[in-house]
């Protein structure tokens, strides 16, 4: 398995631990489903968590729809095609959700993927992408409970102006499980759909370009169908798990032998370049929110009783000119509880080709990517398969 590189969890202090408020007694509450650490492609994390405006085909789709209809550079043809295969592997760090709680719980199986598919016909684009997570843990008590979620996207894009401008909707179905292995309750088993949308601006010939993305808040009602919410094994269950809004605006800078926005004539660009991109995201409140790890232990631990800012900066240079591109980057995530600090995040990432063959008549290369994002008490890596752009 590979692991993030010990140098990042020297970088930061271990924060005192949070207190929960107090146990739980009513179900006047929901589970406040915000992820502050990025988990999104191998580039988004390799630099940062930042993805607005450097979002471009397959990479991207999970933080701008508009990626679906933004076109490589070489992609001059009327019909193109990506993919992206993600295996994330959170094998060091036991706060998740920068919690603060003091975790005397194993975690046991732990990982996650992401996968996309992405087809551009003229100035439209379309794509499918899929992610799901599974978290086991081991209670102080003896109990094992079992995480897993699932969410899916349908995404529909359009360039505009020659491609100068872009702008792309998904619909989301998502689902989330919290069950009790043991005795086979689910604690929490709820799925809902929502919408997303997002816009790029690549001027023509320039060597910039601005990303904008929104997601209204998702809001799940718990099926109880199973269990007496008010007594299900000694939980008080939530009445509902709540995804807040985010809303993001980013802007990323190319340096390069050529202009960034433009077609190119030949089937890659292989020349020496440096990317550097930034990105604010806002997610706003949940009333009366519960932390995940909290409500595990049967504790009210208060999260997201306010909007929260995250900052996000990240760098991408072409090393080796089609055939090695290396990545950094460092993010800001708030906290969303009362007594706890927000964390620094330092992550890195590499691509590197590693085979070459003709379709119908069209090259293509494979490449081969890594990335890794450390923070106080958290670690995660992936491993990326993809074609090369």
Not at 1 to 11: K, S, V
Not at 93 to 114: L, Y
Not at 342 to 358: C, E, I, K, N, Q
Request: net charge neutral; charged share 15%.
């Amino acid at each position: 398995m590979i692991r993030p590189a010990g140098l990042f969890l020297l970088l930061f202090a271990i924060a005192g631990p949070a207190r929960a408020a107090g146990p739980i007694t009513d179900r006047n509450y929901g589970i406040d489903a915000y992820r502050g650490a990025a988990v999104a492609d191998y580039r988004v994390i390799g630099m940062g968590g930042v993805s607005l405006a450097t979002a471009e085909g397959a990479v991207g789709l999970l933080a701008n729809p508009a990626a679906a209809a933004s076109r490589p550079a070489t992609a001059s043809n009327w019909f193109f095609w990506d993919f992206l295969l993600d295996v994330y592997t959170p094998a060091i760090g036991v706060d998740s959700d920068n919690s603060g709680i003091p975790q005397d719980r194993v975690i046991g199986k732990t990982g996650a993927f992401n996968a996309g598919l992405v087809g551009m016909f003229g100035g439209w684009g379309t794509a499918i992408t899929l992610t799901g997570q599974v978290r086991d843990f081991s209670l102080p008590s003896g109990t094992r409970a079992s995480l897993s979620a699932a969410m899916g996207r349908l995404t529909l894009a359009r360039s505009f102006a020659e491609g100068e401008w872009i702008a792309g909707a998904s619909v989301l179905v998502g689902g989330f499980t919290l069950k009790l292995p043991s005795s086979g309750v689910d604690l929490v088993n709820t799925a809902n759909w929502s919408v997303e949308a997002g816009a790029l601006w690549r001027p023509h010939e320039q060597n910039v370009r601005v990303g904008v993305s929104f997601r209204p808040r998702i809001l799940a009602r718990l099926d109880t169908t199973g269990c007496d919410p008010n007594d299900c094994l000694g939980y008080i269950l939530p009445e509902r798990v709540e995804f807040p809004w985010t809303a993001g605006a980013g802007m990323a800078v190319r340096w390069g032998g050529t202009p960034w926005n433009q077609t190119v004539a030949s089937d890659f660009r292989d020349e020496k370049s440096t990317i550097l991109a930034a990105d604010l995201i806002v997610t706003g409140p949940v009333a009366n929110g519960d932390g995940l790890d909290a409500f595990l232990e049967k504790q009210m631990q208060r999260s997201g009783g306010s909007t929260t800012a995250s900052v996000r900066v990240g760098a991408e240079y072409e090393w080796i000119p089609g055939w090695l591109r290396v990545r950094g980057g460092a993010y800001w995530e708030p906290t969303r509880f009362d007594d706890v600090s927000g964390r620094l995040h330092v992550t890195a990432g590499l691509d590197v080709r590693f085979w070459s063959f003709s379709l119908w008549g069209s090259p293509y290369r494979l490449r081969a990517s890594l990335a890794g994002d450390g923070a106080r008490r958290y670690g995660n890596t992936l491993l990326s398969l993809g074609f090369w752009h």
